[in-house]
């Protein structure tokens, strides 16, 4: 338990004892007040109302001032009834009165008043003997609990003297002995407090500092000053560039990569702040835009490849922000102490990939041309007018034409990915007609739902605003969604498609009533070449990421709800044209 916590409570209680001592004294004595002016305020007045009946009645010849001397008292004690008993003596008291003016020679009836008023006068006589116990007993019970609660107080006052000044004294004592030991140079001194408190977490700070200054008094300069030239060797013989920075961002080390990318020299740059060499170097100041974010000292972020004129031609590197941190000796939380960039060299990988991404154009673009003649001859054969063939060379036809629009659609996705890779899409943001793009992927499918005996439900309102939208692109889009929506949903099933306007922004929206999209699934979709594991479908995998890629670069939002094993829904959203 804290120090603190000790003297609160100790004397916390001590005053709370206090307290009820005061609270019960106080009860008490107003119990006492109460009894004594119950037998004052109450009994006493009866006996004297009674006492002075007596008077009027002694005085000689009962005179009309006697008579309501006795009324006056009598209406008094009428008043005055506190005891049991008390109200049917005093009615037969003023009974025996009224007689006795009707008669007041009768002595009999004079003498019956007074055994009357006798009653009346012992029967309050018993209540104040009867009060006066119980006034008795109740300054007994104050003696009482004021005796146990005065004796608990000294009790709790004499723990706190025996007890406290030792908890504060004794600890005291050892630390300061502690002290004069790491004076000494004794720095192998440590102090052990087994308690919870202020003087533990004093002790755990006395010992951190003490292994602190025994590392240090332990450590060999000479061996330092090698390990920091073997660590600047070994950065200085990386192939890519690493600058290195404090908490304060001061540059600590930049090697002979980072060095000659950035046409700085070291004795320029180390030890200056990297945001004053960055004024007059738009190399360094790219690489540390993101760098004075608070993330910074929190995560290690890695970013899109630049592109930097390094070896004599253009290269890419991949910029990588480090954040360094270290727990110090006899700590235990974590401590920035500053930041590593690390550009890591990827023009070989870059270079393998415009190769890949101009094959892929390259063959794509070459199997776009035989494939159309391909669907030529098989429309001129189909045409009845060159000849007729037979049911068998029908199916022959139908299953080659199916495979050439196969072909057709993935060398269209692989030109249209080669853009995406290459950073050449072609985008032609301009008013649009949600109703014409909508429509013009419905007649696109129509074909493919009838195969199916899938219906294609529209859902229209009256009127829309016009989109800010690629028309070729979205309908694209809309194309391969509602392909998707026919390709996974059962026979005989509805696909529904809509368009509205929605906080100012049109939303196309395509839901089939497929399996649906598995929850691990679903933020994969949108990745390149990914395809649901397990599904039969045909595809390539590049569809889905085709379209966010249309979508986003038109500013747009493209989104997937699913319910697994009841269907998906995808929506595009688009900015409505501002005239």
Not at 251 to 276: E, R, W, Y
Not at 347 to 366: C, G, Q, R, Y
Not at 476 to 490: D, E, G, K, M
Request: hydrophobic share 40%.
């Amino acid at each position: 338990m804290k120090i603190k916590a000790k003297l609160v409570l100790g004397i916390g209680l001590l005053f709370a004892m206090v307290v009820l001592l005061t609270a019960i004294g106080s009860i008490y004595i107003n119990k006492l007040s109460a009894d004594t002016k119950n037998i004052l305020v109450a009994n006493y007045n009866t006996l004297d109302y009674s006492r002075q009946m007596l008077i009027a009645l002694n005085d000689d010849g009962f005179s009309n001032a006697s008579i309501l001397k006795f009324e006056s008292n009598l209406k008094k004690q009428q008043h005055n009834i506190t005891e049991n008993g008390e109200q049917q003596l005093t009615d037969q008291l003023a009974a025996n009165f009224s007689k006795l003016k009707n008669n007041p020679s009768d002595t009999l009836l004079l003498s019956t008043i007074h055994n009357n008023l006798t009653d009346i006068m012992l029967l309050n006589m018993q209540a104040i003997e009867r009060k006066s116990d119980v006034a008795k007993k109740t300054a007994g019970n104050a003696t009482l609990w004021i005796a146990l609660v005065g004796t608990f107080c000294f009790l709790i006052a004499f723990v706190l003297l025996v007890n406290l000044p030792g908890n504060i004294a004794n600890p005291l004592k050892e630390l300061t002995e502690s002290i004069k030991e790491i004076a000494a140079q004794n720095y192998s001194k440590r102090v052990h407090f087994e308690e919870h408190n202020e003087f533990g977490d004093l002790a755990n700070a006395f010992n951190t500092m003490a292994q602190k200054l025994e590392e240090y008094k332990t450590s060999n300069i000479e061996k330092l000053m090698m390990e920091k030239k073997r660590i600047e060797t070994l950065i200085n013989n990386i192939n890519d560039p690493v600058i290195g920075l404090d908490a304060k961002k001061h540059i600590l080390f930049m090697n002979d990569v980072a060095l000659k990318i950035s046409g700085l020299k070291a004795d320029a740059t180390i030890g200056k702040l990297i945001q004053d060499v960055a004024v007059n170097n738009d190399l360094i100041r790219s690489l540390i835009q993101d760098l004075f974010h608070p993330a910074s000292e929190t995560i290690n972020t890695k970013h899109e490849p630049i592109k930097i004129y390094a070896d004599n031609k253009e290269s890419y590197f991949e910029k990588q922000v480090i954040a360094i941190k270290i727990t110090p000796t006899g700590e235990q939380e974590e401590k920035f102490i500053g930041n590593v960039i690390l550009l890591q060299n990827i023009t070989p990988f870059k270079e393998l990939d415009f190769a890949k991404t101009n094959f892929i154009a390259t063959v794509s673009h070459e199997l776009k041309t035989p494939i159309s003649s391909i669907k030529m001859s098989l429309q001129l054969l189909e045409n009845a007018q060159i000849g007729d063939i037979n049911e068998e060379q029908k199916n022959l036809l139908s299953s080659i034409k199916d495979d050439a629009n196969r072909l057709l659609k993935i060398t269209g996705e692989l030109l249209n990915m080669s853009q995406v890779e290459s950073g050449n899409i072609q985008i032609a943001v301009v008013s649009a007609n949600p109703k014409e793009i909508l429509q013009y992927a419905i007649n696109a499918n129509k074909a493919s739902a009838d195969q199916k005996n899938i219906k294609l439900e529209v859902l229209l309102p009256a009127t829309i605003p016009n989109v800010l939208a690629d028309e070729e692109k979205t309908a694209w889009v809309l194309n391969n969604l509602i392909s998707n929506a026919i390709r996974y949903s059962y026979d005989n099933s509805t696909v529904f498609i809509a368009a509205k306007n929605k906080n100012n922004k049109i939303e196309f929206s395509v839901t089939d009533t497929g399996q649906g999209i598995a929850p691990e699934y679903k933020q994969k979709i949108f990745d390149r070449y990914f395809r649901v594991p397990g599904t039969k479908k045909e595809g390539t995998g590049l569809g889905l990421s085709i379209s966010k890629e249309f979508i986003d670069a038109q500013g747009g939002e493209i989104k997937v709800e699913s319910d697994f094993g009841a269907g998906s829904t995808f929506t595009i959203i688009l900015n409505v044209f501002a005239a």
